[in-house]
Nanobody
Framework: QVQLVESGGGSVQAGGSLRLSCAAF????????MGWFRQAPGKEREFVAA????????ADTHSVKGRFTISRDNAKNTVYLQMNSLKPEDTAVYYC?????????????????WGQGTQVTVSS
């Protein structure tokens, strides 16, 4: 059984930082690419960032480039999202997910397992 547990969310002022963690209870964690998505109230879930199995390749969406960094520690079965220079528009529930072997990083339908989400609130 696969379980993903996110942590590190909270409330910060604009310009602040947060580091999200996602502990993955999954066999052979290092065999899977991982992703972070977010969903704001009244909006669809959107791609934030993804990282390859080894951590050597990453991708992120335009709105977070230069501010967010995805990383992973395969020894700890954990993926991270370092978020700097936060903006009010970053307010959302953030989810980590395990990607399947096929499909695009940006498409949620290619991710098979999801965490419960962690709330990030950025005030102006």
């Amino acid at each position: 059984q696969v379980q993903l547990v996110e942590s590190g969310g909270g409330s910060v002022q604009a310009g602040g930082s947060l580091r999200l963690s996602c502990a993955a209870f999954i066999r052979t964690f290092s065999s899977y690419a991982m992703g972070w998505f977010r969903q704001a109230p009244g909006k669809e879930r959107e791609f934030v960032a993804a990282i390859s199995e080894s951590g050597g390749g990453t991708a992120d969406t335009h709105s977070v480039k230069g501010r967010f960094t995805i990383s992973r520690d395969n020894a700890k079965n954990t993926v991270y999202l370092q978020m700097n220079s936060l903006k009010p528009e970053d307010t959302a529930v953030y989810y980590c997910a395990v990607k399947g072997n096929q499909g695009f990083f940006e498409a949620a339908r290619y991710y098979g397992y999801w965490g419960q989400g962690t709330q990030v609130t950025v005030s102006s």
